[in-house]
């Protein structure tokens, strides 16, 4: 059995749905299920749900025993402020489940950031030890203390998870993330804003270094977060931090077009002001160094953008349609 938490989320949802698909027997860990996120797990006949709180009891109890943790359950919103709120779901959370796992020899595999990288100063490479890393916001802070705090652990020659591998997810975009809402991918974004008006808004830059819509960042596709867990997961010697990305930067105004082009629409994009809070903590580029990772992975082509981007699209129209009927 695996036990993936998070998994009525984005990237959560979507990995249950490819263990589903090779036949896993798969324990579901969750929040108290919201009928948007609800409609992530359709399709999925055959599995077991444990709210967050009690999967700890049950572990703790051995009322369970799963043969390995995803966990992807986690506060992901970049704005949130309230540090004892991120400090218990992102980070003791988190240790709870490293720890049980080293006790009872089950792999951990778990949702780092890109957001640990904080502004770039110090680049976008798994190999440099976070604590040269300064995030921008509490969100990132709390995902990157966490990776200080392993490392620590396997430093200290602490117990471990047989293996073990933190995803600095960069930016992720797919199906089944509408109920992300603000916190969703300018790919959902666009596809909506269009739906609704005709047109997409991006924002303006706020560094002279980059144009307006000309912000670069690393688009990777849901599927192939998906696909760099399973690997790892699988692999031998995993025990360490590893971007999901694609090492392919690509910007917010190509993006844009991508998504009118999959709609069969002619590009109507303008720009707005970037809201105070988000100006604040913006990366203006973001780009993973995928070395690493290819090298624990395979070398698995990533998805283009305007592959990623038209799946996606397609997978909006179709849920779109089936809500409507």
């Not at 996120?37 to 025993?65: I, M, P």
């Not at 796992?101 to 680049?123: E, F, H, K």
């Not at 690997?231 to 993006?255: D, I, M, Q």
């Amino acid at each position: 059995m695996i036990a993936v938490t998070g998994a009525a989320g984005f990237i959560g949802s979507n990995l249950a749905h490819t263990l589903a698909a090779e036949g896993h027997s798969l324990l579901l860990v969750d929040h108290e299920i919201t009928l948007a996120k609800a409609a992530n797990l359709v399709g999925l006949e055959r599995f077991a749900f444990r709210r967050h709180d009690h999967f700890l009891d049950d572990l703790t109890a051995g009322r369970t025993k799963p043969d390995a943790i995803f966990h992807l359950g986690a506060c992901s919103a970049t704005t949130e402020t309230n540090w004892d709120y991120l400090r218990a779901n992102n980070i003791e959370y988190t240790q709870a489940l490293w720890t049980w796992c080293a006790a009872n020899g089950a792999p951990l595999v778990y949702a780092s950031s890109a957001a640990t990288y904080g502004d770039g100063a110090r680049g976008f490479d798994d190999r440099t030890p976070p604590t040269e890393f300064t995030p921008l916001n509490l969100y990132g802070k709390s995902k990157n203390d966490f990776d200080i705090w392993a490392l620590a652990e396997v430093a200290a020659g602490k117990p471990q998870p047989p293996k073990w591998a933190g995803m600095k997810f960069f930016n992720v975009y797919g199906p089944r993330e509408p109920h992300k809402c603000r916190m969703a991918s300018v790919v959902y974004q666009t596809w909506k804003q269009v739906k609704a008006t005709g047109g997409m808004k991006l924002f303006r830059s706020t560094d002279p270094r980059f144009s307006d819509g000309g912000q670069l960042r690393d688009f990777v596709f849901v599927g192939d977060c998906v696909n760099h867990m399973r690997a790892l997961w699988r692999g031998e010697k995993v025990a360490s931090l590893y971007n999901s990305g694609t090492g392919e930067p690509r910007t917010f105004l190509e993006l844009a077009v991508a998504v009118f082009a999959a709609l069969g629409l002619p590009p109507r994009i303008s720009y707005t002001d970037m809201p105070a809070d988000l100006a604040r903590q913006y990366q203006n580029y973001t780009c993973a160094e995928m070395s690493k990772t290819r090298a624990a992975c395979g070398t698995v082509p990533a998805t283009a953008l305007e592959a990623g981007v038209l799946e996606t699209v397609r997978w909006l129209e179709t849920s779109a349609a089936r809500a409507a009927a």
